[in-house]
């Protein structure tokens, strides 16, 4: 495969078949750059053709309590009081700036996914 743009889904098949091939190949070797040239119009392909979207930022906070086996007590020096933590896990409360600012130094966690806009509920 001559080393070009993957512009059609056949192209990308053909790619990533070639990138199997040459999954092992030795660093410093033409092999190995050709194997990281590929991955990169691979790469591009796909962030064009199969975009992923940012998490809904307190989905990911769930995911990352869950990933992490962190409890709600454990949101609590980043968030504020147990019934703030509830009330921003359970959507009634936005994140603040402060929280975002908070947890993102505490938990190492990415602002640009947690300043997000996201749909509140209501208030019991």
Known sequence: MQLRPIRTKREHAVALKEIEALWNAREGTP????????????????????????????AFLHHVMEARGLARKDLEPYIGSRARVAEVLNRVRPLTLEMIRRLSAGLG????????????????
Do not use: G, Q
Not at 109 to 124: F, G, I, M
């Open 31 to 58: 092999e190995a750059d050709r194997l990281a040239v590929l991955v990169m119009l691979v790469e591009n392909y796909e962030r064009e053709h199969f975009p992923i979207p940012d998490p809904d930022p307190i």
């Open 109 to 124: 966690l990415p602002t640009d996914v947690l300043v997000r806009d996201y749909k509140l509920r209501k208030a019991a």
